[in-house]
């Protein structure tokens, strides 16, 4: 058996030659990973913070009302970015599914059963 595993590792490591992600240390990989994911809760956060925002400003607006003195200065600069959160969501996005598309890619991620079968 302890064969079968060896012969797995070196196929794995000769089929894994091309594949940029191989070559992070697994570290690197999750310290990638986890700054990924925690700009996608920042920025998903700040756009459905500024769409309500921009969602409430428009009703204060529509029933002719006063937009509180705290939220005012907000709203004009809020408004110009919303568009490029949403751009920066979008790209951040796609980074992360182009990294874990890359990983899954890898021959080391690729899992079958005949890979652990006993070959007694």
């Not at 940029?20 to 459905?48: C, D, K, N, S, Y």
């Not at 409430?56 to 907000?74: H, R, S």
């Not at 751009?87 to 796609?94: C, G, H, R, V």
Request: hydrophobic share 50%; aromatic share 8%; charged share 20%.
């Amino acid at each position: 058996m302890a064969e079968g595993f060896e012969a797995r590792a070196r196929q794995i490591e000769t089929s894994s030659q091309g594949n940029l992600i191989t070559m992070l240390p697994a570290g690197v990989q999750l310290a990638v990973e986890r700054v990924l994911i925690g700009g996608l809760a920042i920025l998903g956060t700040a756009f459905i913070l500024d769409g309500i925002l921009i969602t409430y400003d428009a009703f204060m607006i529509a029933t002719k009302k006063e937009l509180p003195a705290v939220l005012a200065p907000l709203v004009g600069p809020l408004e110009e970015r919303f568009t490029p959160i949403l751009l920066a969501l979008f790209a951040n996005s796609i980074v992360l599914g182009v990294f874990k598309l890359q990983q899954f890619d890898a021959p080391a991620a690729t899992y079958s059963e005949s890979n652990f079968e006993d070959s007694d």
